[in-house]
């Protein structure tokens, strides 16, 4: 991989990753106002807790380069009910607004599944990690 391309996997990374920080730590600083618009929307306090995880552990993941596949799923598993429960603008009258945030979710759904089929790039935990094993782990063999 060239440095270009760990270069835009790095900013790929924490521009999506920071999103969903910045909003996970948004929902913990605020919580009884979070769950309490969470349950106006029929979706108990537990849900909301499970969804904030995912968030903000998907999100620290992306940001940090460790463990990004896994940390991409997390993100998927939140990004998809979220979007279809609160941005579901074809139920909505004069929803203008909510069609822009469900685009706005499929968007990021789509640089998220980018990453996940790209790799965390040379710039990342994941990356050093394996660069670590390379160099202390077993040798491998090459048939001839």
Same mark, same amino acid.
């Given at each position: 991989?060239?440095?270009?391309?760990?270069?835009?996997?790095?900013?790929?990374?924490?521009?999506?990753?920071?999103?969903?920080?910045?909003?996970? #730590?948004?929902? #913990?600083?605020?919580?009884?106002?979070?769950a309490a618009f969470a349950g106006s929307r029929g979706v108990p306090e537990v849900l909301l807790a499970v969804a904030t995880a995912l968030e903000f552990a998907g999100g620290l993941s992306l940001f940090l380069g460790w463990k990004t596949r896994l940390g991409a799923v997390a993100l998927l598993a939140f990004l998809v009910p979220v979007t279809l429960v609160f941005h579901a603008f074809w139920a909505m009258p004069a929803a203008e607004a909510e069609m822009i945030q469900f685009l706005k979710n499929l968007s990021i759904a789509g640089g998220v599944v980018a990453i996940f089929a790209a790799g965390p790039g040379a710039l990342s935990l994941d990356a050093l990690r394996d660069r670590g094993r390379a160099r202390g782990g077993v040798p491998v063999r090459v048939a001839a």
């Amino acid at each position: 991989m060239d440095r270009k391309t760990g270069v835009g996997l790095l900013v790929a990374r924490v521009g999506i990753g920071t999103i969903f920080l910045a909003s996970g #730590l948004g929902k #913990l600083a605020a919580w009884s106002g979070t769950a309490a618009f969470a349950g106006s929307r029929g979706v108990p306090e537990v849900l909301l807790a499970v969804a904030t995880a995912l968030e903000f552990a998907g999100g620290l993941s992306l940001f940090l380069g460790w463990k990004t596949r896994l940390g991409a799923v997390a993100l998927l598993a939140f990004l998809v009910p979220v979007t279809l429960v609160f941005h579901a603008f074809w139920a909505m009258p004069a929803a203008e607004a909510e069609m822009i945030q469900f685009l706005k979710n499929l968007s990021i759904a789509g640089g998220v599944v980018a990453i996940f089929a790209a790799g965390p790039g040379a710039l990342s935990l994941d990356a050093l990690r394996d660069r670590g094993r390379a160099r202390g782990g077993v040798p491998v063999r090459v048939a001839a």
